[in-house]
């Protein structure tokens, strides 16, 4: 049974999720509503990601998965695309020092092997700056699709059982570490509305609880995430069995 954090608020006692997963929902609806472009919608959510990042650090959750860019998103409008490759760059440039002074280490998920060679640079140096930290791990989720992410992990399987490093004798938590993210998720988060996973984690969501706002992510701060941690302090988890 995955870990919580007990903290103690002005309500009582909040039950911290050691793993979080949020799909950012509705940048686009943000700005459309506010008669902006799509653009200014994903940079205010870029913001939203360092607001929601320092504070599920100061709660104390351990890993923090961020939907940031699936694999169907490559469907967009060419400028909206690649804004959104550009904006990893602008997020780092201007939050990279908070995350540090706050000991938040980044990685990600996902191939980044499509994106821009200036896009894939950025990241996996803010992965290298921020990889002796040992708080929050704030995981991207970018150019990710789970099913492609099972089929990748079953493929390397094949191939190491052919090559007669692995056996035949696999467990659940060995398949796992095939995966980009090995661990199980105690809460999802959807943002704006919808109600639908969209090709995420499906692996890491057996157990998970899931909770709906109908927040757009831009107005997502951390009144809402406290609200959600509220909601699942109150969920009765039994994991297929009988609470005593």
Not at 39 to 58: F, P, Y
Not at 150 to 178: C, K, P, S, W
Request: proline residues 4%.
């Amino acid at each position: 049974m995955p870990e919580q954090i007990s903290t103690a608020t002005d309500t009582g006692i909040l039950q911290v999720p050691e793993t979080i997963a949020i799909i950012m929902d509705g940048n686009g609806r943000w700005a459309k509503k506010r008669g902006l472009p799509r653009t200014a919608g994903h940079k205010k959510g870029a913001d939203t990601i360092h607001t929601i990042g320092l504070e599920a650090n100061r709660l104390g959750v351990k890993k923090l998965i961020l939907y940031a860019f699936s694999t169907e998103n490559w469907k967009r409008p060419e400028d909206e695309v690649g804004y959104l490759c550009k904006l990893p760059g602008l997020f780092f440039d201007r939050y990279i020092r908070d995350l540090m002074n706050n000991n938040i280490r980044v990685t990600f998920a996902g191939e980044l092997e499509r994106f821009p060679e200036s896009t894939q640079k950025v990241i996996r140096k803010a992965v290298q700056q921020t990889e002796a930290n040992t708080g929050l791990e704030l995981c991207i989720a970018i150019n990710y699709g789970s099913r492609r992410e099972l089929l990748l992990a079953a493929r390397q399987y094949a191939a190491d059982v052919q090559a007669g490093t692995r056996d035949n004798d696999l467990t659940e938590e060995e398949f796992a570490d095939y995966l980009f993210v090995p661990e199980n998720v105690d809460l999802l988060i959807r943002t704006s509305g919808e109600e639908r996973i969209s090709n995420f984690l499906l692996w890491q969501l057996a157990y998970s609880e899931l909770i709906f706002t109908p927040t757009a992510w831009p107005d997502f701060d951390e009144n809402r995430l406290r609200e959600c941690l509220e909601e699942f302090s109150r969920r009765d988890r039994r994991f297929g069995g009988i609470k005593a």
